[in-house]
């Protein structure tokens, strides 16, 4: 089944404590990216990728890191969590191909709070 | 970063009425897509619109790329309970991989 799997799916932490939200698509997409989305302010990208090695900001960028190593993991890294990132996250990916229309599937996301 | 407005912002009806929600930007888009999201889950690809003035269904939703590129409107006809959630409107263009998001329409249907 074509899918965009996140773990954990649910996360309580400190303030502080590194931590990694992975994400893995199964559809060989090129394009990735990373949302958080928050009451009245919907849905706002942080990072994406384009393609193995490459990554850019997006819209939200302060706080997080990510990486990409191989084309079908896309992990969000938080290295020092503050209570401002409780969120609820989530992954998606795309064909990216230059035909691309750019249709995003997203995954099931990742409730992230941070006492 | 933009977001697109989305109206209305929340929807109470009752089961079997139609229901049409619609999505303005202030820049060009030539791809216009509809998601739903359940509570509590990701949003789900339901429509996707690649030509200006282009009319697509999907079952009992219809949607429509306006004639001006910066609007597109979804209706869903005959509503069921499973028809509950957050619609969402994203504008992106060829080639760009953003997605630029509504700022959703969330359904209610009442007993």
């Known amino acids: 089944e074509a899918q965009v799997t996140q773990n954990p799916r649910y996360l309580i932490t400190v303030t502080g404590k590194k931590l990694t939200v992975t994400c893995s698509q199964n559809m060989n997409h090129e394009y990735m990216s990373w949302y958080r989305q928050d009451p009245g302010l919907g849905l706002r990208q942080i990072y994406y990728s384009m393609n193995v090695e490459v990554t850019d900001k997006g819209d939200v960028p302060e706080g997080y890191k990510v990486s990409r190593k191989e084309k079908r993991n896309f992990p969000l890294i938080l290295e020092s969590p503050s209570p401002n990132q409780t969120s609820l996250y989530f992954c998606?990916?795309?064909?990216?191909?230059?035909?691309?229309?750019?249709?995003?599937?997203f995954g099931p996301g990742t409730r992230l709070t941070v006492l | 970063g933009q977001q697109l407005n989305q109206s209305p912002q929340s929807m109470f009806i009752q089961e079997g009425e139609d229901v049409s929600m619609n999505c303005t930007s202030s820049s060009i888009f030539n791809t216009w897509l509809w998601y739903k999201q359940d509570p509590g889950e990701g949003p789900v690809l339901l429509i996707a619109?690649?030509?200006?003035?282009e009319l697509t269904s999907n079952g009992r939703l219809t949607a429509q790329f306006g004639i001006t590129r910066k609007d597109s409107f979804l209706n869903i006809s005959a509503s069921i309970p499973s028809d509950v959630g957050i619609y969402f409107c994203?504008?992106?263009?060829?080639?760009?991989?953003?997605?630029?998001f509504g700022t959703g329409t969330r359904l209610t249907i009442i007993p």
């Open positions: 994203a504008g992106t263009n060829f080639g760009n991989e953003k997605l630029t």
């Open positions: 998606a990916s795309s064909l990216g191909s230059p035909d691309s229309h750019n249709e995003q599937f």
């Open positions: 619109l690649y030509k200006a003035g």
